[in-house]
């Protein structure tokens, strides 16, 4: 995926602003977390829904099967950084969407 990318994040069905850095941070982050996964290679598009533990991941348009393990790992990693921005509570559902620029 290029340098450049672009992140919306959507928690509770309400959308969050992102400062340039908590944007970029998260976007890199989501990327990496994904990228080792089989399937993800040469990300241009991403989106992950999470809803109570469930993940669905879509990359390039195709969506990804996990296995436990790594479902386990994206939640936890993702909803401990997200939780950590400014306004947001608990998290019932979020999706996250990373774009190349």
């Not at 928690?11 to 977390?33: H, M, Q, W, Y």
């Not at 939640?75 to 019932?92: A, E, F, H, R, Y």
């Amino acid at each position: 995926m290029g340098k450049n990318l672009r992140a919306e994040l959507v928690v509770n069905k309400v959308s969050i602003e992102l400062n340039p850095f908590a944007e970029e941070f998260l976007a890199r982050t989501v990327v990496g977390a994904v990228s080792s996964l089989k399937g993800a290679e040469n990300i241009q598009d991403l989106e992950l829904h999470l809803e109570r533990g469930d993940v669905k991941l879509i990359v390039n348009g195709n969506e990804l099967p996990l296995t436990p393990f790594p479902e386990e790992i994206i939640t936890n990693t993702i909803t401990g950084m997200v939780s950590s921005l400014k306004g947001v509570g608990k998290i019932d559902s979020l999706k996250i969407t990373v774009r190349t620029r």
